[in-house]
């Protein structure tokens, strides 16, 4: 009962804060149900008149400029997306580099909840079928061949590390979980994991799960722990065998950006790569907040845009892979630390400095040893290593179906190196006899159990060696297949799990602060309440708060799935997280076991009583 009062408190402040979203007079509400999510909103009220730019071309600015052409109507020559590289898709890339090959530094795992997002895609159409929508195509993908793993983890040179599916967990760890779900943010601003929890949760395999599918560290912020686990607490049961994730057919960017680059271009937005955004200038008023001018360095040149208040302007502050670099089989990827003019980070003190609302960047990006890992995409050449990957995930890697099914860990790896290949082929370009996947290693500091290097320090080919150890390759073939093989190509990234640092209220800019007028931002340092950071949904999110919230569009954003306040999802996840145990195993003392049957009786005979039985708590 008490669970269910905490859930009810939950709920009803959860309502009130929906209709409390005016900034400066604009609306924005959420809302769920077919009833609004099927409507198309009529044109906002002198859009006609606007103009957008939108700073960086990632997956939340693509998002913004997608909901200012669908739902704000907006003549897309009126809408400038401004980019420092010279190819769109931010952190969601997957290139073919050619002096270096195929690289994708990262990999994205959606949600079949994601509702911002499945909103967008259903209407970008699909680059390869003529009619189908892009939700469309990943829908029937994941219903043919729905994902799930066959090997969570190895030891000792790709032995099975037999995890079982299970958590492992000590009543005392599960208690720990439980007790920071209950935890009021407030009580954790600025926490680290490591100060709520400890060897109970961090010996378990939860843990193990947990921090090599997030990327979360034993000292990153307690509030990003608790809001996972209630964001996803609909999916504990997945965690062991990946079964709740769905993936894109090919690489992020191939699958995701580019249908939307097409979508854009195809009503006239226009791109403009090689401009640096190095400030945004802002007259500051008791009850009024108007950007005024965008600074720029163009073909070396600096120059301003000036705005009015009809010239919107939406800005992606800060990066998670701001600073990355890239090497290749014979050189190491540098690792770049230092804050440089004309990017995400240095653009963010600059505007951070003008107001208070306006967010801390240097509470996220203050130390890289903190908030960096190393990811590499290895390519095989030839037929020598697809017989070690598919011994250990048990697939055939070149059926054209999921082949890992997430991510395998090595558990004995002092880089706590992980590794998956998704679908083949992963770009359209990749040749039939090859495989493209993905390594990432979580302590790019510590020196590897074969290669007795930092991970940071290790040429594509050191990194493959490694990999190849942990495979099970006899160390006498290990070098020449590494060689030979594979091509590998390394990746370091200092900031990419800034977002995690522990934080308070405050630190991100809210997406449209108190009082603007005419700007908002984008992207994981963004402030949504709604949400939670590190997914693709929360960058879409962000993007359709933001063109809602400034064209004042009147049609309800999805809100959250709310599997939080579901009773019945989280009686499913108590028992799953104990590995099938019922409350009543719980290593409890005696008062607490007779006072606990004494609840649970006055529930026989009612729908209480066969709730509990359903989900086998009792």
């Not at 400029?65 to 890339?93: S, Y």
């Not at 099975?160 to 439980?178: H, Q, V």
């Not at 190196?417 to 790019?444: A, C, E, H, M």
């Amino acid at each position: 009962m008490i669970i269910v009062i905490f859930l009810i408190k939950g709920k009803l402040r959860s309502v009130v804060n929906s209709n409390n979203n005016a900034h400066g007079g604009m609306i924005m509400y959420y809302s769920s149900g077919n009833y609004e999510a099927f409507a198309r909103p009529e044109k906002p009220e002198g859009v006609e008149r606007k103009s957008a730019y939108i700073i960086g071309s990632g997956l939340a600015a693509l998002a913004a400029a997608c909901f200012l052409v669908r739902d704000g109507q907006m003549n897309g020559k009126r809408i400038h997306i401004l980019e420092k590289d010279p190819i769109p898709g931010g952190a969601c890339d997957g290139y073919q580099y050619s002096n270096i090959g195929y690289v994708m530094r990262g990999g994205r795992e959606m949600d079949n909840h994601f509702e911002c997002m499945w909103d967008l895609f259903r209407s970008i159409p699909s680059i390869e079928a003529e009619g189908v929508s892009v939700l469309d195509e990943y829908y029937w993908l994941n219903k043919h061949d729905p994902n799930y793993s066959l090997m969570r983890a190895t030891v000792n040179c790709g032995e099975d590390a037999n995890t079982d599916g299970k958590f492992g967990l000590s009543d005392k760890g599960a208690m720990e979980i439980m007790k920071l779900f209950f935890t009021p943010d407030e009580d954790l601003y600025d926490k680290r994991i490591n100060e709520i929890f400890d060897d109970e949760v961090f010996s378990s395999n939860f843990w193990l799960y947990w921090r090599t599918m997030f990327a979360f560290e034993n000292w990153h912020s307690a509030l990003e722990m608790k809001l996972y686990i209630k964001r996803f607490i609909h999916h504990i049961g997945g965690l062991p065998d990946f079964k709740a994730l769905r993936f894109t057919k090919y690489n992020q960017y191939e699958s995701m950006i580019l249908p939307m680059i097409k979508y854009l271009e195809s009503y006239d937005v226009q791109f403009h790569y090689g401009i640096k955004v190095v400030n945004v200038e802002f007259d500051i008023q008791k009850d009024k907040k108007v950007a005024k001018s965008i600074a720029i360095i163009q073909d070396g040149n600096e120059e301003n845009i000036d705005l009015t208040e009809d010239d919107m302007i939406f800005i992606t502050n800060g990066g998670c892979v701001e600073n990355s670099s890239l090497g290749d089989q014979n050189h190491h990827a540098s690792f770049n630390a230092e804050i440089k003019k004309g990017g995400g980070w240095d653009m963010w003190r600059k505007i951070a400095v003008q107001d208070q609302s306006f967010g801390h960047p240097d509470k996220f990006c203050y130390d890289s040893e903190q908030s960096n890992w190393m990811s590499a995409t290895v390519t095989t050449l030839d037929d020598r290593i697809p017989p070690y990957i598919r011994k250990i995930c048990k697939r055939d890697p070149f059926s054209g179906r999921v082949v890992t099914g997430g991510i395998v860990t090595v558990k004995d790896s002092n880089w706590l190196l992980s590794w998956t290949f998704n679908r083949q082929p992963q770009f359209r370009s990749q040749p039939k006899d090859q495989l493209v996947g993905w390594i990432y290693g979580l302590f790019s500091d510590k020196p590897g159990n074969y290669v007795k290097k930092a991970m940071r320090e290790c040429t594509g080919k050191e990194i493959c060696m490694e990999w190849l150890y942990h495979m099970g390759v006899p160390e006498n073939k290990i070098e020449d297949m590494a060689e030979h093989s594979a091509n590998t190509v390394p990746c370091m990234m200092p900031y990419v799990t800034a977002f995690f640092m522990p934080r308070s209220a405050g630190d991100r800019p809210a997406v449209v602060p108190q009082d603007s007028v005419n700007f908002a931002f984008l992207g994981q340092f963004a402030e949504t309440v709604r949400d939670t950071i590190f997914t693709t949904e929360y960058s879409i999110r962000t993007g359709m708060e933001a063109v809602y919230t400034l064209l004042n569009i009147d049609r309800g954003v999805p809100e959250v799935w709310g599997s939080t306040y579901d009773v019945r999802d989280l009686l499913k996840a108590t028992v799953q997280l104990r590995d099938g145990k019922k409350i009543m195993d719980m290593d409890q003392r005696l008062i607490e076991r007779l006072v606990l049957k004494a609840v649970f009786k006055k529930f026989d005979g009612t729908d209480i009583e066969k709730l509990l039985k359903e989900y086998h708590v009792i």
